[in-house]
């Protein structure tokens, strides 16, 4: 007989997004003018691949279609969604807030309300406008002020739809991609500067955080990106330990104070030797189409190490690139699995953000990785297609129970 695993009254179910990766037409942003400068444009030659492949045009064209994702989110049993907003569009250009933006994020954030969705509105996730980027970004202290004002105006327009803040998106994973391997703009390779850049976006959102909690008192969080590091062979504790404070600690440690509950996004799960990273073997067979290995116990780690911050946990992301559709049911299920668990052993877990609702722009690989619940049929007019893992999903968001 199946055994019904309940989760808790009042559980959010429903899927996460950001803005620049599906709105699409955002030519003021750094993550398009990098898509189309030469340097990129030539490497991506080099490797024999078309730009055009690698360029987010019209994305999944949600800044027109918001209302029939939202429609579907609902249609699949979903009560809450994250999305982000896109401080380019806010603010295009130096001291200018774009009325008609902002008037049209109104109009997407009413209809998330209309579905009956809570939201989780993210207010900075990987990409920044070409201005603020020309001032040096988030490597310079000085230019926290920027954000502030950016991030402040838009969480006192929006507070009224918004149910949960995210200041930023994965702080450690934007500052080492961006400015220590390289892989995202500006290509720096600097350890030095992304030190600065993380040190610079904790001191971003405690400030956000604290204005967030006085004038809107309305509760706020980063999304922290944490992952499950297991030490292997000789003094495999000492460099796990060392990569888990790099990657986990140092961020968590340095915003709990200013955050009424902790977002969770997991994804990976590491074994950490003296010599680097190895490869899991358990878990060759069940990789994603992005090659990241599979390993649902790994978040029931992660969540029983937060239980001693006595605060609400939302995982914020968790999911996989699966184009058949033949692995994301399963791992939908056995990372609830795992949750469950956790919630048993008295960790305050309060909702489940699947990523991502649609398809979408997958950063510096484009298109072909498909994350949704949904696809986005791209050689047809960017037709939404339920996967059947997303009526599955639904099964457990009416429920409010697994089957296992
Ligand atoms: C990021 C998303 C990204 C996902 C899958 C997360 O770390 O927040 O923007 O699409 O990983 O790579």
């Not at 949600?62 to 049993?77: G, I, K, P, T, V």
């Not at 970004?137 to 929006?158: D, P, Q």
């Not at 780690?301 to 690139?321: Q, S, V």
Request: hydrophobic share 35%; charged share 25%; aromatic share 14%.
């Amino acid at each position: 007989m199946a055994n019904k695993l309940k989760f808790p009254e009042g559980f959010l179910w429903g899927a996460a997004a950001s803005a620049y990766q599906t709105e699409g037409g955002n030519s003021h942003c750094d993550w398009w003018a990098w898509e189309h400068s030469a340097r990129r444009e030539d490497c991506l030659r080099k490797e024999g691949k078309d730009p055009s492949d690698y360029q987010s045009g019209i994305a999944c064209d949600f800044w027109n279609r918001y209302d029939e994702d939202f429609a579907l989110a609902q249609h699949l049993s979903h009560n809450a969604i994250r999305i982000g907003i896109e401080w380019s569009r806010i603010q295009p250009e130096e001291g200018v807030l774009d009325e008609a933006a902002l008037e049209h994020y109104e109009k997407i954030l009413q209809s998330a309300k209309y579905h009956g969705l809570k939201v989780f509105l993210t207010l900075h996730h990987y990409t920044l406008p070409v201005w603020f980027m020309k001032k040096g970004g988030f490597t310079k202290k000085e230019n926290i002020t920027y954000f502030l004002h950016y991030a402040r105006n838009a969480a006192k327009r929006f507070s009224q739809y918004a149910d949960f803040w995210v200041t930023i998106n994965e702080p450690i994973l934007y500052a080492a991609q961006s400015y220590w391997m390289g892989i995202h703009p500006p290509q720096v390779k600097s350890f030095h500067t992304a030190k600065q850049v993380t040190d610079n976006l904790i001191q971003s959102h405690n400030l956000l955080a604290e204005y967030i909690q006085q004038h809107l008192r309305q509760p706020v969080s980063m999304a922290f990106n944490l992952s499950d590091l297991q030490p292997s062979g000789l003094l495999g504790g000492l460099a796990a330990g060392l990569a888990d404070y790099a990657t986990n600690e140092y961020v968590l440690r340095r915003t709990i104070g200013r955050c009424d509950y902790i977002g969770v996004n997991y994804y990976f799960h590491h074994h950490i030797g003296l010599l680097g990273i190895r490869k899991h073997s358990h878990s060759q067979h069940y990789r994603t189409d992005r090659g990241w290995g599979i390993h649902p116990e790994g978040i029931e780690r992660i969540l029983l190490r937060l239980r001693k911050y006595k605060k609400p946990i939302y995982i914020l992301e968790n999911g996989l690139a699966d184009n058949k559709d033949d692995k994301r049911e399963k791992f939908i299920k056995d990372h609830l699995f795992y949750v469950h668990q956790a919630i048993g052993k008295g960790v305050d877990v309060k909702g489940y953000l699947y990523w991502s609702l649609t398809d979408n722009f997958e950063w510096e690989e484009g298109f072909w990785p498909r994350f949704g619940l949904i696809e986005i049929d791209r050689e047809d007019l960017l037709r939404r297609k339920v996967r059947y893992s997303a009526t599955k999903f639904a099964e457990i968001c009416r429920n409010n129970y697994l089957e296992v």
